[in-house]
């Protein structure tokens, strides 16, 4: 990066805070059985918990795009690792010390996910600002940390369960807030530059009127679906298809799913430069149709879970590359474009898995028909994509044709 060294600690910061993401949204799934067999909480209520933490991501992101501008990205990239290792430390002590162990979770729940929006947000305006080549590149290689970070939570509380016990885990919460807590320290004094000077970003009005952004908002929104829904049926459909065990479902799941979606940032990251973003993503796209295909139709297992596994290369660039398609077309767009875009994918996440367990659960609990409705994500994305591509050209498509 040469002259742009000093910035290299700028990224490091945003790597930590997309790990940080991954931990708050990863560990609790992991301790679902473990809160519903120890404070004889209801599977029902349990299911609140992701709820109200992608609930309460999608306010953060809603009141990001209206103050963090006037707050300042250092205070609140900051407070974002605050939040999320105080979130992470008082799941591991409020269950006990408040009369309802349930409101102990939700409490520490709702306050790591303010964290994890607030970086989820903050994380990619920080990073677009620096001054790097490439920056679509730079862009896929963060969001490629979030997979790194999913596959590290999955695999290292597997074996440290395996190690000490699950009655051991809430060493492991606090094990795992030291990570946001020395992330603090590298926001406070790493290089931190704005994206538009005070006042000249965009306002949320000026964006809502532009028919660009309401295609990002699209893709942004099957993104989240398309990724999401996969993901976290992956070991429900691995168990199900293959009969494997609840661990080796999460593996070869969710875990595999997260690998191939970082393995597919971290090509984008390294070959960028060389490869055309639209007609990557549109291939992609393509690629995604296939495997919600391959798991909803075939009927042979091994081949469903392959769909499965491949699914999570070809959701990869999506949203990171949507995000670059973005920042480049729109460059005035500020901290309202980055909040509202990260609100649409956190939308496609949150009703996208929904409506894939309603579906199956509508033709008598059959997953395969469930994954058969979720092909309208991918195929709407190719669609808006398609329309993305006729509207204009990027920079680099031009360059690159």
């Not at 209520?45 to 501008?69: E, G, M, N, P, R």
């Not at 942004?220 to 829904?229: H, V, Y």
């Not at 596994?309 to 729109?330: A, Q």
């Not at 309208?376 to 044709?401: Q, Y």
Request: hydrophobic share 50%.
């Amino acid at each position: 990066m040469g002259k742009n060294t000093k910035y290299k600690k700028t990224l490091a910061a945003c790597y930590l805070g997309f790990i940080t993401q991954a931990i708050a949204a990863n560990f609790a799934p992991l301790l679902f059985l473990k809160f519903h067999s120890d404070y004889n909480i209801p599977l029902g209520k349990i299911a609140l918990i992701s709820s109200v933490f992608f609930i309460t991501q999608l306010i953060t992101d809603v009141l990001c795009a209206k103050f963090a501008d006037r707050i300042g990205y250092r205070q609140c990239a900051v407070a974002s690792e605050i939040c999320s290792a105080a979130g992470l430390v008082g799941l591991a002590f409020l269950p006990e010390l408040l009369p309802d162990p349930f409101v102990g979770i939700m409490l520490s729940v709702v306050v790591y996910a303010v964290g994890s929006g607030l970086i989820e947000v903050l994380g990619s305006p920080i990073v677009e600002a620096c001054p790097f080549e490439n920056k679509d590149a730079v862009m896929s290689m963060l969001h490629s940390f979030y997979c790194w970070g999913s596959v590290g939570v999955i695999l290292i509380s597997t074996l440290f369960f395996a190690i000490f016990g699950i009655e051991s885990w809430k060493w492991l919460a606090c094990i795992w807030a030291l990570i946001p807590l020395c992330n603090v320290f590298n926001f406070a004094v790493c290089p931190i530059e704005r994206l538009t000077d005070d006042g000249e970003g965009m306002k949320i009005s000026g964006l809502l009127r532009m028919p660009l952004f309401w295609l990002a908002i699209v893709l942004m929104i099957c993104a989240g679906a398309s990724e999401l829904s996969m993901s976290q049926w992956a070991s429900a459909y691995s168990e199900s298809a293959l009969g494997m065990s609840k661990a080796a479902g999460d593996l070869a799941g969710p875990c595999m799913f997260a690998v191939t979606m970082g393995i597919s940032r971290v090509v984008y990251g390294k070959y960028g430069s060389k490869l055309n973003l639209t007609k990557f993503m549109l291939v992609s796209g393509c690629l995604c149709l296939m495997c919600y295909m391959a798991a909803s139709l075939s009927d042979l297992p091994a081949i469903g879970l392959a769909g499965c596994i491949v699914c999570g290369f070809s959701v990869g660039i999506m949203w990171p590359g949507t995000i670059s398609i973005c920042s480049e077309r729109i460059p005035a767009g500020g901290t309202a474009m980055f909040a509202l875009l990260a609100m649409a994918g956190d939308l496609g996440g949150a009703f996208g898995p929904g409506l894939v367990g309603g579906a199956a659960q509508s033709a008598n609990d059959n997953l395969q028909r469930g994954m058969l409705v979720g092909c309208v994500f991918p195929l709407v994305l190719i669609i808006s994509l398609l329309l993305l591509k006729s509207a204009g050209r990027t920079g680099r498509d031009k360059k690159h044709n």
